[in-house]
């Protein structure tokens, strides 16, 4: 039997949106995943030809990662700003709140996204339900039209979410070009790097746009382990993508949640609250970590060791000064160490 945990939920087992012949929409809010705060996630896949309807989000940025498929982006931003720009697997793109914006399969194979929100209850509105809500003599003097030209037009106020499109996609030249709302993070150099692993960092020093959120893209070898460390005033939410892992988070009362994620499941960590990540039967980890930040900060168990002198550490873990290990000087947490002893028994 699987130890349950409040810090950890299946995405793929959260809150079903839509599904159909043309994809899905999954999510975790805070109402099927009560520890989240400031943050939620989705999953949407979307058929061949398949069209996420433009939409907009009340209440909460967007940050989004394709993890397969090839797909256009359109966004019109306040000021009648209109970009539009193509994404693949392993690119990114950001959506302000209330940005008008669609995602349109355009390749020949299903297209996935892990979409993130800066909000634990995200909402949102759709152009066909808001469309839906006002009158056709209204509709017709707003693009100067007879009322009768919206009569064959679906009138609701609830959103199709995910639609069909007619014929080949429509994608601009200009698609092609750089977009401040895309960023390409699995083609940068990652900014931190060795055998244990590596880290690419999609944050507001690589990427403007970002003001409120972030995303490492975080593998871990299975000789790795993502030290334990705590990030001051950051919450942390992880999207396992490939592999398992096991974490321990440590609640103020000195409560301990040891767990194992797998592929398709979500952890959460509150700000502030120390934990550690480690690789469990896999060759490499792949997780994708959203923070509520634009610029995560964090503190190691490495680099505290070194801020304190030997009397001081002695002390602290109330043991005789010539007993306390020799601890390496570390200037600056190197986020991924390597794993030198055995594995600790795995219980799941």
Known sequence: MRKPSIHVASLLDGEEMYRSELGSIHRLTADNFPVLKGLSIKRLRLAPGAIREPHWHVNATELTYCTAGQALVSVLDAGSEFSSFTVSAGEMFHIESGALHHVENIGDSDAEFIVAFRHERPEDFGFSAALGAMSDAVLGNTYDLPSESFANIRRSTTAKMIVAREGGPDVPPTAH????????????????????????????????????????????????????????????????????????????????????????????VPRAYPHHIEVIDAPELHILIFFDQPTPADIGYRASASAYSREVLAATFGIALDALPELPFTPADPLLVTRRNPLDPVAD
């Open 177 to 268: 070009f750089g977009d401040p709302h895309h960023f390409a993070v699995e083609a940068m150099a990652p900014p931190v790097a060795s055998a244990a692993g590596s880290a690419r960092t999609a944050r507001v020093q690589y990427w403007p746009a970002l003001h409120d959120i972030s995303m490492y893209s975080l593998r871990v070898s299975e000789d790795g382990m993502r030290e334990p460390h705590w990030h001051p005033v950051t919450a942390e939410m992880g999207y396992v993508h490939r592999g398992a892992a096991r974490m321990t988070i440590m609640n103020p009362d000195g409560a301990l949640d040891t767990y194992i994620v797998r592929a398709g499941e979500v952890y959460f």
